[in-house]
């Protein structure tokens, strides 16, 4: 059972920057397949990213790409999400997702999460 703890969500002016990063208890981590996603109160969650094992091939959804970039530190257990050029409609509780498998977008395609962090962005 992994595991995740999302943190480095917060308040930031539109145009800012915001590093998340999403802290794995296990080793196998490094293994798995990782994504970000983002939830809205009222909305399904939104795939925002993902990044493989072991090529580390990245997705981004087209509303970040450019501004959005995922990466992971296999010895630290960690993956993280650059997020750059923040807008207010980046604002959502962002989570972090594992899975032993295939990229996907589907969020059902996930079966660890974190609890979530909140980004707000102000205009």
């Known amino acids: 059972q992994v595991q995740l703890v999302e943190s480095g969500g917060g308040l930031v002016q539109a145009g800012g920057s915001l590093r998340l990063a999403c802290a794995a208890s296990?080793?196998?981590?490094?293994?798995?397949?990782v994504g970000w996603f983002r939830q809205v109160p009222g909305m399904e969650r939104e795939f925002v990213a993902s990044i493989s094992w072991p090529f580390g091939v990245t997705a981004y959804t087209d509303s970040v790409k450019g501004r959005f970039t995922i990466s992971r530190d296999n010895a630290k257990n960690t993956a993280f999400l650059q997020m750059n050029s923040l807008k207010p409609e980046d604002t959502a509780v962002y989570y972090c997702?594992?899975?032993?498998?295939?990229?996907?977008?589907?969020?059902?395609?996930?079966?660890?999460w974190g609890q979530g962090t909140q980004v707000t962005v102000s205009s």
């Open positions: 296990e080793r196998s981590f490094g293994s798995y397949t």
């Open positions: 997702a594992a899975v032993n498998g295939p990229m996907t977008q589907v969020a059902s395609g996930y079966n660890f």
